[in-house]
């Protein structure tokens, strides 16, 4: 029987592919094709960042769905396991593993909070895509840590983040920032098993804010986290990031002795309010006025302007105002 035969059998008992439009051997695919922006991606920063190529590295997709990325991996020659908590799913990414005649890539039924090193062992890239924000907040700290655990090089996450933080919640002594989202209801139309882009059971997930995930990574002993830009996502949205976290040994600095001494820092939440005067725009009677007048006019009146907020607090380095005309641009 020929393959595109097998699939269509296969869907028509499975069920028709959700998300991921896998090319199999004979050149069809499991669903009509389609870009995957995510996946490339996925798969460019990875190699340009883990130390050594890709058939030499272990891969672990968590929440893998259908498969996709574990099998592009795979297709690289990494070995590679895909964990996925619903059956049907895991059927499919079985199916177009032994479609493609793929030997080093598999998959297992579990649940993504039973993660740990003891059960699967390390990786040197950990792919969490779209799961995170599908678990309770507690679930998400451990989850957190678990991928912590399991990781020797690099991970990657793609997930939603809550822009405002309109909620609080402590975890461990911790303030965590960020939102409430809804998963399921009594009164669904589907069960939570056929719900397939959804949580497994909790009712409820929590959309962590950058600020706070940033600092859950750090805490759980990730040396550097990036916000990744290129490969770029069209119409990209605010709330939906690709942070590139590494599990790296944290550097020595020699020349130092107080820089080396400090702890990584927390990243505050909300927006900055402080940044370079210059960005302001000034207004004309400004800009004339500080043409116009002499020095010593208008060293004299910055202090009140500054004291009724007309301008920023000064940033002028001390050794800076020490030198003839030194002190602001303002």
């Given at each position: 029987?020929?393959?595109s035969?097998?699939?269509?059998?296969?869907t028509?008992?499975?069920?028709?592919?959700?998300?991921m439009?896998?090319?199999?051997?004979d050149?069809?695919?499991?669903?009509?094709?389609?870009?995957?922006?995510?996946?490339?991606?996925?798969?460019?920063v990875?190699?340009?960042?883990i130390?050594?190529?890709?058939?030499?590295c272990r891969?672990?997709d968590?929440?893998?769905?259908?498969?996709?990325?574990?099998?592009e991996?795979?297709?690289?020659?990494a070995?590679?396991?895909g964990?996925?908590?619903?059956?049907?799913?895991?059927?499919?990414?079985?199916?177009?593993k032994?479609?493609?005649?793929?030997?080093?890539?598999?998959?297992?039924?579990?649940?993504?909070?039973?993660?740990?090193?003891?059960?699967?062992?390390?990786?040197?890239?950990?792919?969490?895509?779209?799961i995170l924000?599908?678990?309770s907040a507690?679930?998400?700290?451990?989850?957190?840590?678990?991928?912590?655990?399991?990781?020797s090089?690099i991970?990657?996450i793609?997930?939603?983040?809550?822009?405002f933080?309109?909620?609080?919640?402590?975890?461990?002594?911790?303030?965590?920032?960020?939102?409430?989202?809804?998963?399921?209801?009594?009164?669904?139309?589907?069960?939570?098993q056929?719900?397939?882009?959804?949580?497994?059971d909790?009712?409820?997930?929590?959309?962590f804010?950058?600020p706070t995930?940033?600092?859950?990574l750090?805490?759980?002993?990730?040396?550097?986290?990036?916000?990744?830009?290129v490969?770029?996502?069209?119409?990209l949205?605010?709330?939906?990031?690709?942070?590139?976290?590494?599990?790296?040994?944290?550097?020595?600095?020699?020349t130092?002795d107080l820089?080396?001494?400090?702890?990584?820092?927390?990243?505050?939440?909300?927006?900055?309010?402080?940044?370079?005067?210059?960005?302001?725009?000034k207004?004309?009677l400004?800009?004339?006025?500080?043409?116009?007048?002499p020095?010593?006019?208008?060293?004299?009146?910055?202090?009140t302007?500054?004291?009724?907020?007309?301008?920023?607090?000064?940033?002028?380095?001390?050794?800076?105002k020490?030198?003839?005309?030194?002190?602001?641009?303002?």
């Open positions: 029987m020929s393959i035969r097998r699939t269509a059998d296969f028509a008992k499975h069920g028709e592919w959700t998300a439009a896998i090319k199999l051997s050149g069809t695919y499991t669903k009509a094709p389609a870009v995957d922006r995510r996946l490339k991606r996925l798969v460019q990875a190699q340009d960042t130390k050594k190529p890709l058939s030499e891969v672990l968590i929440a893998c769905l259908e498969g996709h990325y574990a099998i991996f795979a297709m690289h020659g070995t590679t396991l964990i996925e908590g619903r059956e049907v799913s895991v059927a499919k990414c079985n199916y177009a032994d479609a493609l005649g793929l030997k080093n890539v598999s998959f297992v039924v579990d649940d993504v909070r039973n993660l740990n090193a003891a059960k699967y062992g390390k990786f040197d890239i950990v792919i969490c895509s779209g924000y599908h678990l507690q679930d998400a700290v451990s989850f957190i840590n678990s991928m912590a655990d399991v990781c090089g991970l990657l793609d997930t939603f983040v809550s822009l933080g309109r909620e609080k919640i402590s975890i461990n002594n911790r303030l965590l920032h960020g939102h409430h989202y809804f998963e399921h209801g009594d009164n669904d139309k589907w069960s939570v056929e719900k397939l882009w959804a949580s497994l909790n009712k409820t997930s929590f959309w804010t950058e995930l940033i600092n859950l750090v805490d759980a002993g990730f040396t550097s986290v990036m916000d990744v830009f490969p770029t996502m069209p119409n949205m605010r709330d939906r990031k690709t942070y590139l976290a590494i599990r790296g040994q944290r550097a020595q600095i020699l130092s820089t080396n001494a400090e702890l990584p820092l927390h990243v505050g939440e909300g927006v900055s309010k402080d940044f370079d005067e210059s960005q302001i725009e207004s004309i400004h800009r004339t006025a500080k043409r116009l007048l020095s010593s006019v208008k060293d004299a009146i910055r202090p302007l500054r004291a009724v907020g007309i301008l920023p607090p000064d940033g002028t380095p001390e050794f800076m020490q030198k003839p005309g030194g002190g602001d641009n303002a």
